[in-house]
């Protein structure tokens, strides 16, 4: 496997409680898995894999959080999804494609545990529990999928930005202060939202504005929930 510089090969011992493939294969397979798989440290704002790179396997993350995206509107980005320790990425890719149809980047330093195509499809068939779980993240992620869909579509830009900053803040929780603990920017957030950063801007001076979010530097922490869900709702 070619690694960009900014990949670095490291050996960590598998964590059974982060990793999504430990935690779901059986115990003899675990001794396997430490000779097939590679663990790499991407730093933040690099690529695990681009766009239309060429698929060679799945990626399990032990720490850090990822942020998976594709070419929207010109050369603008559509955030699909986050992702955080114990979650999986690029198995978009997987199923025939021979291309992934997405990217992903590190949102801040990040350590993954890659397997190739070849290994994995003899841990499907080996481990019954890994497949059946891989099975329900699908589904789930389907789910996922169509119901942000069905909110870009219907959904006003401010109930958007409302429903994906406390998406954000549920999926990666708060600090002990209450901000959001992973460092998001205002694109990456506008991104999601499926709007621009300048409307991102505005919305947000407005909540400040009624002191229903507070920033500090790019942390964000919302002090009126409530009020904030008030914009989250679909024209019937």
Known sequence: MFLPYYCVMQ???????????????????????????????IKRGKQLFAEGEKVKGIFFIYSGSVKVHKQWIGDKDLILRFAKAGDIVGHRGLGGSENYPIAATALEDTEVCFIDNEFLETTLKTNISFTYKLMYFYASELANAERRMRNLVHMEVKGRIADALLEIALFFGVTKEGFIAVSISRQDIASYAGTTYETIFKFFTELIREKVISTSGKSIRIDEPDKLRRFVSIPL
Do not use: Q, Y
């Open 11 to 41: 050996e960590f011992p598998c964590n059974l409680t982060d990793c999504f493939l430990c935690r779901h294969s059986i115990p003899e397979w675990k001794e396997v898995i430490a000779l097939k798989k590679t663990t790499l440290h």
